[in-house]
């Protein structure tokens, strides 16, 4: 497996890494076992950083990776993050960067994980209204500790990632990117690439739309986060499964799966981008890998930008809910 460096700051991890999201079931049911065996699969690929959080499945995640840690050398790098909340009496989210919050977050995920430091720990979304300067002494303040190695931020615009990179540097941006998902171009991937920060690609795989096999919205469950996605609702899903249909016989007559497909245009974008496709099944993953000995020339590349120009998506990326906590720049 081809080698990435998580910023100048960060450790050299695989060069996609493994969503575990998936393990608490945001696309479908799992189970832990199923979990364990994707992560075998992640291992024996060379796959070695593996993304969690803390409100994924409320541990769910965090805790399938730790029992699949227990007693083995799994040469993984560990991200997580936290700064999420629900309130309780209502479920409505909200963003807490306060130390004792995240102090009390990173120290459950730490148990969840059964390790006494994860690699790379992420603020999932801003608190607006927090200087981001004060989060970064309280991250700085856990790598003191010797709690965490690498700082991220997800969703963060640029203009906040050089306000933080001044106090310290920042080890990686993770955000929402893929071919429907282009908006880190527009400055995000060139601030990290000038910066020396890992960019971290989320949801790479479009939640699905580049499988092979178009996803069916019948058999979403009610806790699937695409069921009140605008771009699987109609009539935009349909539109946008009709619009990737040329881009999967391209990638049959390269011999490749579109899954593959998909991860090698992101690692062509930067040599510091690293994408983490989210998978529940071993099967699944080994595609995405595949993605990562797939060179494609400038050619290719054009064909790609011919089939699916920037923009081509029907419906936003998130609906107004699922949108809040991002932070805007453009
Ligand atoms: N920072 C953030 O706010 C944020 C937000 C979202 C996600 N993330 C992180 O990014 C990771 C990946 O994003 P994501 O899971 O949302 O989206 P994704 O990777 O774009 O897509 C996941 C979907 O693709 C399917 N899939 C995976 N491999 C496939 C293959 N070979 N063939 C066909 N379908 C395939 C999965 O189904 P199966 O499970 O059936 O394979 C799932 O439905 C997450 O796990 C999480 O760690 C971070």
């Known amino acids: 497996m081809k080698q990435r460096h998580m910023g100048i700051s960060g450790p050299r991890v695989s060069a996609i890494g493994l969503g575990c999201w998936n393990f608490a079931g945001p696309y479908g049911p799992t189970s832990e076992k199923e979990s364990h065996e994707t992560l075998a699969a992640a291992r024996d690929l060379g796959i070695t950083l593996i993304d969690t959080a803390n409100v994924y499945g409320m541990g769910v995640s965090e805790k399938a990776i730790g029992s699949f840690l227990k007693g083995r050398k799994s040469g993984f790098r560990i ?12 479920g409505t989210r909200f963003f807490d960067n306060s130390q004792d919050h995240l102090r009390a977050e990173l120290e459950t995920s730490l148990r969840n994980l059964g390790v006494d430091h994860v690699d790379l720990f992420y603020i999932h979304r801003r608190e607006a209204g927090r200087p981001i300067e004060e989060v970064m002494h309280t991250l700085l303040r856990f790598r003191q500790e010797g709690k965490i190695g690498g700082i991220g931020f997800s969703e963060i615009s640029p203009s906040s990632l050089r306000l933080a990179h001044a106090v310290s540097p920042v080890s990686a941006v993770q955000s929402e990117y893929s071919l429907w998902t282009r908006q880190p ?11 020396g920060v890992g960019f971290v690609a989320f949801s790479p795989l479009g939640r699905g739309i580049f499988g092979a096999q178009a996803p069916d919205p019948t058999s979403f469950g009610e806790t699937d986060f695409r069921k009140a996605n605008p771009r699987f609702v109609e009539p935009n899903l349909s539109r946008n499964i009709a619009a990737v249909q040329p881009f999967k016989d391209y990638a049959r007559d390269l011999g490749a799966t579109p899954i593959a497909l998909a991860i090698a245009w992101l690692l062509a974008r930067g040599p510091h981008v690293i994408p983490i496709p989210g998978t529940r099944s071993a099967g699944h993953l080994k595609d995405c890998a595949d993605g990562v000995s797939l060179t494609l020339t400038t050619d290719h590349l054009a064909e790609i930008e011919r089939i699916l120009p920037a923009g081509f998506a029907h419906g936003d990326r998130y609906s107004a809910d699922q949108a809040i906590g991002v932070e805007g720049y453009c």
């Open 185 to 195: 171009d527009l400055g995000m991937v060139q601030a990290c690439l000038d910066l």
């Open 79 to 90: 991200a997580t993050k936290a700064g999420i909340r629900r309130d309780p009496s209502t």
